[in-house]
């Protein structure tokens, strides 16, 4: 048995909340942490992935640190209108913020890791956004290219 890091606890527990919030909402959308699954995800796709930790001391002289972690949300959708829908969704859902957890993994008899359990141990807050735009590739671009957005934004853990 082992332990996902600090990192992947956030980014598998935004992974997991949004996957809860879109079978409540009856979302048909996929959800993956890469880009290469996204593109073989039929549409539409929502990617999340962290992409920077940026520890900061709590006090001066302190060792102690509080960690930002900037999440990337990209969106891949068929139309402009369903990218929009997403897009406001999803910072409504962001905006109270999200259940932290810790995981366990094992091997499976497979020899693959699995989530064996997840316990939670605190909240992400929202510390602010940092962009909702959309992101544009010409007139030439692949399917997935053509109705992107990329929503981010800094997240910490209270406990």
């Given at each position: 048995?082992?332990?996902?890091?600090?990192?992947?606890?956030?980014?598998?527990?935004?992974?997991?909340?949004?996957?809860?919030?879109?079978?409540?909402?009856?979302?048909?959308?996929?959800?993956?942490?890469?880009?290469?699954?996204?593109?073989?995800?039929?549409?539409?796709?929502?990617?999340?992935?962290?992409?920077?930790?940026?520890?900061?001391?709590?006090?001066?002289?302190?060792?102690?640190?509080?960690?930002?972690?900037?999440?990337?949300?990209?969106?891949?959708?068929?139309?402009?209108?369903?990218?929009?829908?997403?897009s406001d969704w999803l910072i409504n859902i962001i905006k109270n913020g999200f259940p932290y957890y810790e995981?366990?993994?094992?091997?499976?008899?497979?020899?693959?890791?699995?989530?064996?359990?997840?316990?939670?141990?605190?909240?992400?807050?929202?510390?602010?956004?940092?962009?909702?735009?959309?992101?544009e590739f010409g007139e030439n671009a692949d399917a997935y290219?053509?109705?992107?957005?990329?929503?981010?934004?800094?997240?910490?853990?209270?406990?």
């Open positions: 048995m082992g332990l996902y890091r600090e990192t992947r606890n956030v980014e598998a527990s935004i992974l997991d909340f949004i996957e809860e919030k879109l079978s409540e909402y009856d979302w048909d959308v996929r959800i993956v942490k890469t880009f290469n699954q996204a593109y073989k995800e039929k549409m539409p796709v929502i990617c999340i992935r962290c992409s920077d930790n940026v520890p900061t001391s709590c006090e001066i002289g302190s060792h102690e640190l509080m960690n930002y972690y900037s999440v990337l949300i990209d969106i891949f959708a068929f139309d402009d209108g369903l990218k929009l829908d997403l995981y366990t993994i094992s091997k499976n008899v497979q020899g693959h890791y699995e989530v064996a359990n997840k316990v939670q141990n605190g909240k992400l807050e929202l510390l602010r956004f940092t962009s909702d735009r959309n992101l290219d053509k109705h992107r957005r990329l929503i981010s934004f800094i997240v910490y853990i209270q406990n």
